[in-house]
């Protein structure tokens, strides 16, 4: 069984340009979450999806970040502009359900690097 | 403030040896406390989820303490292996009823064990 699938691994970009991250659950779950990882500031959430219904978005750092589910097994998370703060691993997490005790699987993550 | 703090940041063993990392946590309402172990260029992977009732979890080698009372944590490593150099993420969750609550992060304690 595929765990979390998440394209591109690496992106490598200039500033201002607009960039899509993509995410697909593991088969039968129902909460989705996007996280970012950056050695200054650690592991972030940014949001998290019951049924393909935002819940929190409190960790979206502005407006120019943005995560839709279209389905019920995609997600993507899109940034426009980006700058080069941006820079960080994006991961994606499934879980069975979005309940507080539910264990969250990880994808790979995507390297994303703003030029 | 809710805050999660992790202690040695690095810790460098020698295989077969025991070891111990920390979590303090100042986060309230309290839900649950987990540990991942995440390797290089990858995903987090969750070891244990602990409640407020519950005061230590294993998994293998691993084993976790709760103490609900003094906000702390504790991750033992017990015979270490090379496949435990890594980095070790406490998580604490914010109570909000059966949902998801407010997830606080950890920078990490990075392990690395030597032949």
């Known amino acids: 069984d595929a765990g979390v699938i998440q394209s591109p691994r690496h992106e490598v970009t200039e500033m201002g340009q607009e960039v899509t991250l993509r995410c697909k659950l593991i088969?039968?779950?129902?909460?989705l979450f996007w996280y970012r990882q950056t050695m200054m500031r650690g592991l972030e959430l940014l949001i998290y999806?019951?049924?393909?219904?935002?819940?929190?978005d409190s960790g979206m750092p502005e407006d120019r970040f943005s995560a839709k589910m279209p389905n019920a097994s995609f997600s993507t998370l899109k940034i426009q502009p980006s700058e080069p703060r941006d820079s960080a691993v994006y991961f994606c997490?499934?879980?069975?359900?979005?309940?507080?005790?539910?264990?969250?699987?990880f994808g790979p993550g995507t390297r994303l690097t703003v030029l | 403030k809710n805050q999660v703090e992790q202690s040695p940041q690095s810790l460098i063993i020698l295989e077969g040896k025991n070891c111990t990392l920390q979590?303090?946590?100042?986060?309230?309402?309290?839900?649950?406390l987990r540990w991942y172990k995440q390797d290089t260029g990858r995903g987090p992977v969750s070891l244990t989820i602990?409640?407020?009732?519950?005061n230590t979890k294993s998994n293998g080698r691993y084993t976790a303490t709760l103490d609900a009372d003094t906000k702390q944590s504790s991750l033992h490593i017990t015979a270490s292996q090379l496949s435990d150099s890594a980095s070790y993420i406490c998580?604490?969750?914010?109570?909000?009823?059966?949902?998801?609550?407010?997830?606080?992060f950890g920078r990490g304690t990075q392990l690395t064990v030597w032949p």
């Open positions: 997490a499934s879980s069975p359900w979005g309940g507080s005790y539910n264990e969250q699987f």
């Open positions: 088969s039968g779950h129902n909460s």
């Open positions: 999806f019951n049924n393909n219904v935002p819940i929190d």
């Open positions: 979590c303090n946590y100042t986060v309230s309402p309290f839900s649950n």
């Open positions: 602990m409640t407020f009732s519950e």
């Open positions: 998580v604490v969750s914010a109570a909000r009823g059966s949902t998801l609550g407010r997830l606080y």
